[in-house]
């Protein structure tokens, strides 16, 4: 289930909610719909690491027809596309669509 960093990840999330399960996203969830338009989930990749990004969710109650509570971006460099995109050290493409993400992700959450 991912490279070795998420077993530290996924015991310290159990830590603070021990019934929890990860749910594969899909590009098809409404979050990736809810401002831009966002068809596939390899778009922001791993700037040190290869690998596929994951994008993985935690729902209320361990329900996928629930209330998506938490979305996990693995294997990817979502924010450091953020942080650094004044400086041009990422593509410009990659760091548009990073910021689309985000933008998904808060639109998504005050209106869910």
């Given at each position: 289930f991912?490279?070795?960093?998420?077993?530290?990840?996924?015991?310290n999330m159990r830590r603070v909610l021990p019934d929890v399960?990860?749910?594969?996203m899909q590009p098809t969830h409404p979050i990736f719909h809810a401002?831009?338009?966002i068809n596939r989930?390899?778009?922001?990749?791993?700037?040190?690491?290869?690998?596929?990004?994951?994008f993985r969710g935690?729902?209320?109650?361990?329900?996928?027809?629930?209330?998506?509570?938490?979305?996990i971006n693995y294997n990817?460099?979502?924010?450091?596309?953020?942080?650094?995109?004044g400086q041009g050290l990422r593509p410009i493409d990659q760091t548009n669509e990073a910021y689309k993400l985000g933008v998904n992700y808060l639109v998504y959450g005050l209106t869910h």
């Open positions: 991912g490279s070795p960093g998420w077993e530290p990840f996924e015991e399960r990860f749910f594969e401002f831009f338009e989930l390899d778009v922001v990749p791993q700037a040190y690491n290869a690998g596929q990004p994951i935690v729902y209320e109650d361990n329900d996928q027809r629930k209330r998506l509570q938490i979305i990817t460099d979502i924010s450091q596309f953020w942080e650094w995109s």
